[in-house]
């Protein structure tokens, strides 16, 4: 009975030792994480101690270094500015019973172009102008933009004709001498074939205006163009107007196409060969024995030359002020 009972009080004796080792370690591996923290605790306190201590102001060192940064970044916004202005138009001080003579002189100029390039113009066509085509005197203060419109028409068109586009159908330049909104003119007769009228929403609305933030900085001049071209002569334009020497941004392109031809379905008697005769061949609808007829598929248009496209592409155009500071 005794044994057993020393057995008994033996187990329970290892048992709790056990547990008290448990315990112990458990104990151990929390205060060493605690002093883990803790000294971590101190250290940022001390470096925050160390922070506040310091003067607010800037050292000399640093002070020269951001004098230089600021000189530096003068500099390079001068260059900016200077290479910006490059080449770009220059208001031209006229009386404004001069401007009408220019006018026809620049319109007359560039009909001159459009007919060495074979681009079909509408009959009698003002490039934006029509008011002062008419005979109306622009008034004093409005001569200088005038004339930087017209400049820019002038090198917009270049690049248009450039490109080598089949069609000028329109173009609307924004008409600040307007103080409301007025309606649109009719659409002027074409010398070949009617091009349908862009859609009323889309010629009423308003040209924007230069930010508030570079208001002071730039002048912009937006401009609206409807011109039918090839794909290959829509490319063309876009390279040629990213690089213009004068500082442009396409902020809208609307494209449309226009033209489906057909083409017949090939009998069994008829092989490629014959297919593409008849693609070569440029009809505007063809029929086989049976009268079956499809749409041509975009890349047998292509093939084909046929791939014609409606264009209304806006374009802001930045002029730089000469007589703004290089500085900021």
């Given amino acids: 009975m005794s044994s057993r009972f020393s057995r008994l009080v033996l187990v329970l004796l290892l048992v709790g030792l056990i547990f008290l080792c448990g315990a112990a370690f458990f104990l151990w591996r929390g205060w060493q994480a605690y002093r883990a923290i803790t000294g971590e605790l101190e250290s940022q306190h001390v470096q925050l101690v160390r922070l506040q201590a310091r003067s607010p102001y800037p050292s000399e060192g640093n002070v020269k270094t951001v ?27 006229i009386e404004p019973a001069d401007f009408p003579a220019i006018l026809e002189k620049d319109i007359r100029y560039l009909s001159r172009k459009a007919a060495e390039a074979e681009v079909i113009l509408p009959e009698d066509f003002t490039f934006g102008f029509e008011r002062y085509v008419r005979g109306q005197i622009p008034a004093a203060t409005d001569v200088a933009r005038l004339t930087v419109q017209l400049q ?59 930010p508030d933030e570079i208001a002071d900085l730039v002048d912009l001049e937006s401009y609206r163009f409807t011109f039918s071209c090839s794909e290959p002569a829509f490319w063309k334009l876009l ?51 049976s009268g079956a007829e499809r749409p041509l598929t975009r890349e047998e248009r292509i093939v084909a030359g046929r791939e014609e496209i409606q264009v ?15 500085g900021p």
Wanted: glycine share 8%; net charge positive; hydrophobic share 40%.
């Fill in 67 to 93: 004098a230089q940064n600021a000189a530096r970044m003068e500099g390079f916004l001068s260059e900016l500015i200077t290479s910006l202005r490059t080449n770009q138009v220059q208001p031209v001080r």
């Fill in 152 to 210: 820019q028409v002038r090198r917009i068109c270049s690049v248009l004709f450039a490109a080598g586009i089949s069609e000028l159908n329109d173009l609307r330049r924004q008409e600040f001498e307007l103080k409301k909104e007025r309606t649109e003119p009719q659409p002027a007769r074409r010398r070949r074939r009617r091009v349908p009228a862009a859609a009323a929403g889309g010629e009423s609305r308003r040209m924007p205006k230069a």
């Fill in 239 to 289: 390279q040629g107007l990213a690089n213009a020497p004068f500082c442009a941004v396409v902020t809208s392109i609307e494209v449309e196409n226009q033209k489906f031809g057909a083409l017949a379905e090939p009998s069994r008697g008829e092989g490629i060969g014959d297919a593409l005769g008849q693609i070569f061949s440029l009809p505007a609808a063809m029929g086989s024995k």
């Fill in 312 to 326: 209304t592409l806006q374009l802001n155009v930045y002029r730089f002020r000469e007589s703004e500071a290089s």
